[in-house]
Protein backbone atom coordinates (compact mmCIF):
# COMPACT_ATOMS: atom_id res chain seq x y z
CA UNK A 1 0.00 0.00 0.00
CA UNK A 2 0.96 3.85 -0.79
CA UNK A 3 2.21 5.89 2.01
CA UNK A 4 0.29 8.93 1.43
CA UNK A 5 1.78 12.50 3.15
CA UNK A 6 0.26 15.32 2.20
CA UNK A 7 -3.06 16.40 2.75
CA UNK A 8 -4.71 15.56 -0.23
CA UNK A 9 -3.23 12.64 -0.95
CA UNK A 10 -4.62 12.00 2.95
CA UNK A 11 -8.23 12.91 1.73
CA UNK A 12 -7.41 10.98 -1.70
CA UNK A 13 -6.98 7.74 0.58
CA UNK A 14 -10.12 8.45 3.18
CA UNK A 15 -11.82 8.32 0.00
CA UNK A 16 -10.69 4.96 -1.62
CA UNK A 17 -11.25 3.83 1.75
CA UNK A 18 -15.26 5.24 1.69
CA UNK A 19 -15.35 3.69 -2.03
CA UNK A 20 -14.08 0.58 -1.10
CA UNK A 21 -16.99 0.18 1.93
CA UNK A 22 -19.60 1.70 -0.40
CA UNK A 23 -18.89 -0.87 -2.83
CA UNK A 24 -18.83 -4.25 -0.66
CA UNK A 25 -22.18 -2.73 0.88
CA UNK A 26 -23.58 -2.60 -2.57
CA UNK A 27 -22.47 -6.75 -3.63
CA UNK A 28 -18.84 -6.03 -4.98
CA UNK A 29 -15.77 -7.69 -4.29
CA UNK A 30 -13.00 -5.94 -4.05
CA UNK A 31 -10.11 -7.14 -6.25
CA UNK A 32 -7.49 -5.03 -6.01
CA UNK A 33 -6.52 -1.14 -4.72
CA UNK A 34 -3.82 1.03 -6.69
CA UNK A 35 -3.00 -1.36 -9.62
CA UNK A 36 -0.02 0.61 -11.05
CA UNK A 37 2.10 0.62 -14.15
CA UNK A 38 4.21 3.55 -15.35
CA UNK A 39 1.89 4.87 -17.37
CA UNK A 40 -0.89 5.39 -14.72
CA UNK A 41 -3.17 3.65 -12.08
CA UNK A 42 -6.47 1.93 -11.54
CA UNK A 43 -7.80 3.14 -7.92
CA UNK A 44 -9.90 0.01 -7.54
CA UNK A 45 -11.08 -2.97 -9.35
CA UNK A 46 -13.73 -4.80 -7.93
CA UNK A 47 -16.18 -7.66 -9.62
CA UNK A 48 -19.79 -7.89 -9.32
CA UNK A 49 -21.96 -10.18 -11.56
CA UNK A 50 -19.33 -11.70 -13.52
CA UNK A 51 -18.32 -8.14 -14.53
CA UNK A 52 -15.35 -6.53 -13.91
CA UNK A 53 -14.95 -2.77 -12.86
CA UNK A 54 -12.13 -0.58 -13.38
CA UNK A 55 -13.01 2.28 -10.95
CA UNK A 56 -11.69 5.70 -10.34
CA UNK A 57 -12.14 7.76 -7.45
CA UNK A 58 -12.06 11.22 -6.87
CA UNK A 59 -12.53 12.60 -3.42
CA UNK A 60 -13.50 16.33 -2.37
CA UNK A 61 -13.71 17.96 0.29
CA UNK A 62 -16.78 20.37 1.30
CA UNK A 63 -17.58 21.85 4.56
CA UNK A 64 -21.15 20.38 4.24
CA UNK A 65 -23.02 17.59 2.68
CA UNK A 66 -26.27 19.40 2.83
CA UNK A 67 -25.80 20.30 -0.95
CA UNK A 68 -25.24 16.64 -1.76
CA UNK A 69 -28.83 15.38 -1.45
CA UNK A 70 -29.93 12.01 -1.98
CA UNK A 71 -31.09 13.04 -5.26
CA UNK A 72 -28.18 15.39 -6.20
CA UNK A 73 -29.57 18.59 -7.47
CA UNK A 74 -28.09 19.89 -10.55
CA UNK A 75 -27.00 22.96 -9.89
CA UNK A 76 -25.03 21.84 -6.98
CA UNK A 77 -23.15 19.54 -8.80
CA UNK A 78 -22.06 22.07 -11.64
CA UNK A 79 -20.61 23.97 -9.04
CA UNK A 80 -18.86 20.89 -7.51
CA UNK A 81 -17.54 18.64 -10.33
CA UNK A 82 -14.22 16.65 -9.32
CA UNK A 83 -15.04 14.10 -12.64
CA UNK A 84 -13.95 17.77 -14.74
CA UNK A 85 -10.47 16.36 -13.62
CA UNK A 86 -11.07 13.41 -15.58
CA UNK A 87 -9.32 14.99 -18.96
CA UNK A 88 -8.94 13.06 -22.90
CA UNK A 89 -5.23 11.93 -22.30
CA UNK A 90 -5.68 10.40 -18.45
CA UNK A 91 -8.63 8.27 -19.86
CA UNK A 92 -6.21 7.53 -22.71
CA UNK A 93 -3.55 5.89 -19.84
CA UNK A 94 -6.40 4.57 -18.14
CA UNK A 95 -7.66 2.52 -21.10
CA UNK A 96 -3.64 1.58 -21.34
CA UNK A 97 -3.52 0.32 -17.73
CA UNK A 98 -6.79 -1.42 -18.03
CA UNK A 99 -5.67 -3.58 -21.30
CA UNK A 100 -2.47 -4.05 -19.39
CA UNK A 101 -4.66 -5.30 -16.46
CA UNK A 102 -6.79 -7.41 -18.81
CA UNK A 103 -3.34 -9.20 -20.96
CA UNK A 104 -1.61 -9.68 -17.31
CA UNK A 105 -4.32 -11.72 -15.76
CA UNK A 106 -5.52 -13.47 -19.47
CA UNK A 107 -9.21 -11.84 -19.16
CA UNK A 108 -9.06 -11.30 -22.89
CA UNK A 109 -13.13 -11.76 -23.32
CA UNK A 110 -13.95 -10.75 -19.68
CA UNK A 111 -16.85 -8.17 -19.87
CA UNK A 112 -15.59 -4.81 -17.96
CA UNK A 113 -16.56 -1.14 -17.44
CA UNK A 114 -14.71 1.71 -16.21
CA UNK A 115 -16.61 3.76 -13.48
CA UNK A 116 -16.28 7.01 -11.45
CA UNK A 117 -17.01 7.17 -7.92
CA UNK A 118 -17.02 10.68 -6.65
CA UNK A 119 -16.60 11.12 -3.00
CA UNK A 120 -17.34 14.32 -1.06
CA UNK A 121 -16.00 13.90 2.95
CA UNK A 122 -17.55 16.60 5.55
CA UNK A 123 -14.45 16.07 7.73
CA UNK A 124 -15.75 18.43 10.29
CA UNK A 125 -18.38 16.01 10.33
CA UNK A 126 -17.16 12.81 9.69
CA UNK A 127 -19.47 12.20 6.89
CA UNK A 128 -19.26 11.52 3.44
CA UNK A 129 -21.75 10.69 0.21
CA UNK A 130 -20.75 8.83 -2.81
CA UNK A 131 -21.85 9.60 -6.21
CA UNK A 132 -21.74 7.27 -9.02
CA UNK A 133 -21.09 7.48 -13.05
CA UNK A 134 -21.07 4.57 -14.57
CA UNK A 135 -19.29 3.17 -17.96
CA UNK A 136 -17.37 5.70 -19.02
CA UNK A 137 -15.91 5.56 -22.74
CA UNK A 138 -12.25 5.24 -22.35
Known amino acids: MKNFTSNSQKIGELGE ?6 LEKNGYSLLGRNYTKK ?4 DIIAQKDNVLYFI ?3 S ?8 VSQKFDQKDIEANRP ?5 P ?7 KVVETYLISRRLGYTDWQ ?3 LIVYLDLEKRKARVRKIENIIL
Open 17 to 22: DIACKH
Open 39 to 42: WGEI
Open 56 to 58: EVK
Open 60 to 67: KSVSSLDF
Open 83 to 87: EENMH
Open 89 to 95: WKLKRLR
Open 114 to 116: FDL
